[in-house]
Structures are given as C-alpha cells and as structure tokens.
C-alpha cells in the first residue's frame, strides 16, 4: 500500500515537473516573463539534481521518518492510555480517600458521643455520692442532736429532781433521801411532763 501510495506520488510530481517547463519554453517570447522563466541550461541539471535527490530521499529517508512519525504516534497513544489509568486510579483513590474521611469523621463523632454519654454518667454518679454523702451527714447530725438532745435532757432532769429535792426538803423541813424513793418519783414526774411536752 505504502509503495502504491510513493509510486502514485512520485508520477504526478515527475509529470507536474515535466509539463511546466514545456509552458515556460512556449511563452519563452514574452518579455514580461523572462526574468521568472528559467533557461532550459539551467533547468535541466537542476530537475535531474531534484529527481536524484526525490528519489534518495523516497527511498532512505521517507521509511525512517514514517517509521519514527508511527513510534511517536505510538508513544503518544502509551501516554494518552497511561494518563487515562492514571486519572481513573486517581479517581478511585479519591472515592476511598472521601469514604475513609466520611468514616473517620463518624467515628470521632460516635467517640464524642460516648464521651459525653460517659461524662454524664460519671457526673450523675458523683452528684449521687454527694447526696447520699450529704443525706449521711444530716442523719448523722440529726442523730448526733438528738442524742445531745436526750444527754442535755437527762442532765436536766437530774438537775431538776435534784433541785426539786432540795427545794422539797427545805419545805418540809427534813432532809429526803437523795438516791432513795423520793427522788425516782420527781424523775419519773420529769419524764412524763417531758412527754407531755413533746
């Protein structure tokens, strides 16, 4: 095909070469055209110089520039295929690159979560303890005056039966038997006006 295609060439070259000195020798009288019209001593040697040279060329020179125009060609479609797989890798390393973005930031937000969730609980805890902790105390405190209550209670009873006793034996002129009868009876008469009281 490629010798079919150079030996069409090379005839409609040679017979284009040919025909336009014969049109150049036939106007030769005209002088408004002498000066672009060659002589035909000139012409000759240098159409066989350009048909020897045409002819070194079709046959040396011609394959090799072909055959470096096609490893070219084919260098240029290796980029081109090589470009286009490295633009898909590209693509599918962005998807993966999106997804493990979108999962790290679902990760650090279910961390967060479970971070708050563990927060309010310890806080829950804690505000627990420092209830029953505070709870403790007033129970504590309450039982505390309640038994400062009974002592400081007892102590004024025992005051009070004393006194009682006292003021009882200056009355009635005797002196009353201070662990004796009398004086169970004056504390028992405390104990129940205390009752009476509360």
């Known amino acids: 095909m490629k010798q079919i295609n150079r030996a069409t060439v090379a005839a409609a070259i040679s017979s284009f070469v ?3 000195p014969a049109q150049a020798f036939a106007e030769e009288s005209s002088n ?12 000759i040697p240098a159409l066989i110089a350009f048909l020897i040279i045409w002819v070194v060329l079709a046959k040396f020179a011609w394959p090799q520039i072909l ?24 693509i599918a390393s962005r998807k993966e690159y999106d997804e493990l ?15 708050r969730k563990d927060a309010e609980a310890e806080r829950a805890r804690i505000i627990e303890a420092a209830h029953k902790e505070a709870e403790d105390i007033i129970a504590k405190a309450h039982a505390n005056a309640e038994d400062e209550r009974n002592a ?5 009873a025992a005051s009070i039966a004393d006194l009682s006793v ?33």
């Open 101 to 115: 973005v979108t999962d790290a930031r679902r990760k650090s937000a279910d961390i967060v979560l479970e971070a």
């Open 152 to 156: 400081i209670y007892a102590a004024a």
């Open 67 to 90: 055959s470096m125009m096609d490893e070219r060609g084919k260098r240029i479609q290796e980029s081109l295929d090589e470009a286009e797989t490295t633009k898909k890798r590209a």
């Open 18 to 20: 040919l025909a336009v």
């Open 166 to 198: 006292s003021v009882a034996s200056k009355i009635v002129g005797e002196t009353l038997d201070q662990d004796g009868e009398q004086r169970r009876l004056i504390e028992r008469y405390v104990k129940e006006a205390g009752s009476l009281n509360a």
């Open 32 to 43: 408004k055209a002498e000066i672009l019209i060659p002589k035909m001593a000139e012409f």
